[in-house]
């Protein structure tokens, strides 16, 4: 099995800044493609960043230059660095993670339990 535990969300005023963070334990075998979510009450839950094994990122038009997303393969976590922040990026951020297993297992999507980011005046 796999877990993911986000880490570092909570109230900030507009403008200001969050580090959400996100390990992974469990039967890691490899880990592919990471990223972080998001989902305001009454919305989809959608793409904010991802970042590969590699390090390419992309992002979400509405926090480019705002958000970065980082990871450190060694200690299988990823963050997201959210700066700048605006009463709209208010939502629950899930961590999201593409996990071989074992050698011989296929790929499966995992999902963290997610982290309420509140941004508020």
């Known amino acids: 099995q796999v877990q993911l535990v986000e880490s570092g969300g909570g109230l900030v005023q507009p403008g200001g800044s969050l580090r959400l963070s996100c390990a992974a334990s469990?039967?890691?075998?490899?880990?592919?493609?990471m990223g972080w979510y998001c989902q305001a009450p009454g919305k989809q839950r959608e793409l904010v960043a991802a970042?590969?094994?590699?390090?390419?990122?992309s992002y979400a038009d509405s926090v480019k230059g705002r958000f970065t997303i980082s990871r450190d393969n060694a200690k299988n976590t990823v963050y997201l660095q959210m700066n700048s922040l605006k009463p709209e990026d208010t939502a629950v951020y899930y961590c999201?993670?593409?996990?071989?297993?074992?050698?011989?297992?296929?790929?499966?999507?995992?999902w963290g339990q997610g982290t309420q980011v509140t941004v508020s005046s």
């Open positions: 469990g039967n890691l075998f490899r880990i592919f493609d």
């Open positions: 970042i590969t094994s590699g390090g390419s990122t």
């Open positions: 999201n993670a593409d996990v071989k297993e074992r050698l011989w297992a296929g790929v499966r999507d995992y």
